[in-house]
């Protein structure tokens, strides 16, 4: 008796954004995952050789690992689309949605879930108007502690909390090195959690909250550096707290058109409101990352839930 052969995998991994070294470790923990499960593996960066190579490969799916902005806003699916490749996980227009967080915030929004008020402020507008006159506007519109982020971006690089007005323009140039329009919202107090979602066939599902608790910034540093952060997973929070926040990971997951796999990122106050704040379409997949370790915690074993998601993608 014959059996079918394994599928063929290209796992994209590096690319040319801040973030290339965390794509580089994601893609490498994920594809010794898949060879563990039986499949066959070959991992790619993405530069001129890519189409030609994948043209060599014809394999019967693409998982991009890449994170950052060509790997995340829609582009190098767009791409692999237009070559003909089946891809694993969102979409292109998905994928562009998600990854404005201004964008994303407002569709969320619309559809009941709490998320922190927040204005966008392109570095052009912040100059033409006057820095002091802008940032005086700020503080009295939307208080303090703010966040400033980059509308779009991942790792939390030029992300920052400010808590007094002085530390407020050195956020906004720190911001302006990763992104040319900042995102400025109010600082929600409470636990810090990222919920992931799966979907390997019969629709998306929360897996258990990572709660985070970091000395300091949850910064780039502190995602990607052992011994910074301290996780509990699941999340030290009461069922029902767990249960809402799981919800709202899911209703994001839907609302924005995701697939596959996603991680939504909330803080919960002190009245267990779960508040929006980002969503992620390729979640870091590294030894310090969230999805692997909620995956675990509920027990999967990553081989075979990396490999459940291939052929889910593969049936659909």
């Not at 490498?28 to 890519?50: C, H």
């Not at 292109?92 to 949605?97: D, E, I, K, L, Y």
């Not at 596959?260 to 009245?271: E, G, H, K, Q």
Request: net charge negative; proline share 7%; charged share 20%.
């Amino acid at each position: 008796m014959s059996h079918a052969p394994s599928p063929r995998l290209v796992v994209l991994a590096g690319g040319l954004s801040h973030e290339r070294d965390v794509s580089l470790r994601s893609g490498r923990r994920v594809a010794e995952a898949l060879r563990t499960a039986g499949l066959e593996v070959t991992v790619l960066d993405v530069d001129q050789r890519l189409l030609p190579t994948l043209d060599e490969l014809t394999p019967d799916l693409v998982w991009p690992l890449l994170h950052g902005a060509s790997g995340e806003d829609g582009s190098v699916r767009d791409v692999l689309a237009l070559a003909g490749h089946r891809v694993l996980g969102t979409g292109p227009q998905g994928s562009r949605v998600a990854w404005s967080k201004p964008v994303a915030k407002t569709v969320v929004q619309r559809a009941g879930i709490r998320t922190p008020a927040f204005v966008t402020l392109p570095q052009s507008l912040f100059r033409e108007l006057g820095a002091g006159q802008v940032l005086e506007a700020l503080v009295r519109r939307l208080g303090l502690p703010l966040v400033v982020k980059p509308s779009k971006g991942g790792s939390a690089l030029g992300v920052n909390l400010v808590t007094d007005t002085t530390a407020l323009p050195h956020a906004m140039v720190d911001c302006f090195s990763y992104s040319d329009t900042a995102l400025v919202e109010q600082a929600v107090q409470g636990t810090e959690i990222a919920v992931s979602v799966v979907d390997t066939g019969d629709g998306p599902v929360a897996l258990p909250p990572v709660e985070i608790v970091t000395d300091g910034p949850y910064d780039y540093d502190a995602r990607y550096n052992p011994g910074r952060t301290e996780y509990f997973t699941p999340a030290r929070l009461d069922p029902d707290v767990v249960a809402r926040a799981c919800e709202v990971a899911v209703a994001a997951h839907r609302e924005l058109g995701l697939a596959r796999l996603s991680r939504t990122d909330l803080v919960v106050d002190a009245d267990g409101t779960p508040w929006f704040l980002e969503v992620n379409v390729a979640p870091g997949m590294t030894e310090t990352s969230l999805l692997p370790q909620s995956a675990e915690a509920a027990g999967y074993e990553l081989p075979a839930l990396y490999r459940a998601l291939v052929e889910a993608e593969l049936r659909d």
